[in-house]
């Protein structure tokens, strides 16, 4: 059974940075091909919104239009996590964030791509 377990959140000041961590289990980054993780956010009410998404794989990146530049998604297949880094934060980014996997090569900034969810970690940026 594969489980997502997400940290790095907290209260950030416009113009700051964190580093989401997103960690595996039940699943062997480094010796499959085909896995995908994302990055998802909620902010409250609206709907989960993709991010940033990883193909295990190949490497191959993703990232909605809102974030390029600011946001970077990186792997480290040893320790089975994932990462956001989040810099130039704005008020527009606060919200909780998910990690999200799936059993496919491709990865997707589609909440229905995914079957496995963590439970999320709260980003708030505000001064």
């Known amino acids: 059974q594969v489980q997502l377990v997400e940290s790095g959140g907290g209260l950030v000041q416009p113009g700051g940075s964190l580093r989401l961590s997103c960690v595996v289990s039940?699943?062997?980054?480094?010796?499959?091909?085909?896995?995908?993780i994302g990055w998802f956010r909620q902010a409250p009410g609206k709907e989960r919104e993709g991010v940033s998404c990883?193909?295990?794989?190949?490497?191959?990146?993703a990232y909605v239009d809102s974030v390029k530049g600011r946001f970077t998604i990186s792997m480290d297949n040893a320790k089975n996590t994932v990462y956001l880094q989040m810099n130039s934060l704005k008020h527009e980014d606060t919200g909780v964030y998910f990690c999200?996997?799936?059993?496919?090569?491709?990865?997707?900034?589609?909440?229905?791509?995914?079957?496995?969810w963590g439970q999320g970690t709260q980003v708030t940026v505000s001064s």
């Open positions: 999200a996997f799936v059993e496919l090569s491709l990865c997707a900034l589609d909440v229905d791509w995914y079957d496995h």
């Open positions: 039940g699943a062997h980054l480094e010796d499959v091909d085909d896995d995908a």
């Open positions: 990883i193909s295990a794989g190949d490497g191959s990146t």
